[in-house]
């Protein structure tokens, strides 16, 4: 597609549900981020995928916390056991990747609207 | 210390006039470094890169000083349009080849008063 596509736009669920966030990327960015940002707070990077490299997922806050990248494209996060203060927008973001393109610019992020999380 | 500091505002300046904007970084072996746009309940826009030599765009001038470990950016002629919150990126990590997790500010809050 055009740009990076996430969806649900919005999500209301209750406290100790499963949610799933999908991610679509601009097509041919290798690189895939997620990153959460709370009301009036900065971007907390939550995991990267690069390829087919072991996903950096330094930035997950906790177990409950899971995601995965399919065919190298589509990526789904996934929270278990919602908690409170889960909620927040949770934002997707795609890149060339260096690599591919010898150029340090390559890793301009694209982001997706968001996912707004409400948990109850 | 964080990773990457700004000060968050607001600034509430009035139109027309000029606006910068300071960020530091703890890392000095960063390479690459960016600013972005967010506005109100959206998701961050690229802005401008940050180049070594500093580099503008018509009203927008980027700043990297490496010695004192910060980036600048300066908005001239500020617009309405411009009220938003800018975001400093860094990317912490010595790479030729990786993307890695590009680290973000808090972000500076503008508002461009009429």
């Known amino acids: 597609g055009a740009g990076v596509s996430q969806s649900p736009s919005n999500k209301v669920t209750e406290k100790g549900k499963d949610v799933e966030l999908r991610c679509d990327p601009i097509?041919?960015?290798?690189?895939l981020y997620w990153y959460r940002q709370s009301l009036g707070q900065g971007l907390e990077f939550l995991i990267y995928?690069?390829?087919?490299?072991?996903?950096?997922k330094s930035g997950l806050p906790s177990d409950r916390f899971s995601a995965e990248r399919t065919g190298g494209s589509v990526s789904t996060l996934t929270i278990q056991r919602t908690q409170q203060e889960d909620s927040a927008v949770y934002l997707c973001?795609?890149?060339?990747?260096?690599?591919?393109?010898?150029?340090?610019?390559?890793?301009?992020?694209?982001f997706g609207a968001g996912s707004r999380l409400t948990v109850l | 210390r964080k990773e990457v500091e700004q000060d968050p505002g607001p600034f509430n300046v009035p139109e027309g006039a000029t606006v910068a904007f300071n960020c530091t970084y703890s890392n000095s072996a960063s390479q690459s470094f960016f600013w972005y746009r967010q506005d109100c309940r959206k998701e961050p826009k690229l802005l401008m890169s940050v180049y070594s030599s500093g580099n503008e765009d018509g009203r927008f001038t980027a700043q990297l000083n490496r010695a004192s470990q910060y980036i600048s950016l300066l908005i001239r002629d500020s617009k309405l349009s411009d009220s938003a919150t800018y975001l400093c990126v860094v990317n912490p990590l010595i790479s030729n080849f990786g993307n890695e997790k590009l680290t973000f500010g808090t972000g500076t809050r503008l508002t461009i008063i009429p």
């Open positions: 995928f690069q390829g087919n490299s072991a996903p950096d």
């Open positions: 973001a795609s890149s060339l990747w260096v690599g591919d393109t010898g150029y340090s610019g390559a890793n301009v992020l694209t």
């Open positions: 097509s041919g960015h290798t690189a």
